[in-house]
């Protein structure tokens, strides 16, 4: 697929100071840019989704874990000692 990208001078030029001195090309530089951009959304999409996921899920059940917590676990995890995985509760009264 071939497609063309119009750049303003100013960019053009960016691209070049950037590359300058580098083993990899305008055109390389920018299709790795665009690579990474489009991970990064493809990324920022499923955490979305999962996030809208899981609120789905806890307005079903009501069915969470309380951040501290989570927090406390991980931060003992982190820190090299064990800890027991919070439970699931319910936040429904």
Do not use: C, N
């Not at 990208?5 to 053009?12: A, F, G, N, R, V």
């Not at 690579?35 to 955490?47: G, L, N, Y």
């Not at 979305?48 to 501290?68: I, K, P, Q, T, W």
């Amino acid at each position: 697929m071939a497609t063309s990208i119009k750049l303003s001078e100013d960019l053009k030029s960016r691209v070049a100071r950037v590359v300058k001195g580098t083993d990899q090309s305008a055109h390389a530089f920018m299709v790795d840019a665009i690579r990474q951009e489009t991970e990064r959304a493809e990324k920022r999409r499923q955490f979305v989704s999962d996030a809208h996921a899981a609120l789905a899920d806890f307005e079903r059940d009501g069915m969470g874990y309380a951040l501290a917590e989570i927090t406390a676990h991980y931060r003992a995890r982190l820190q090299g000692r064990k800890s027991r995985k919070p439970k699931l509760r319910s936040w429904r009264k």
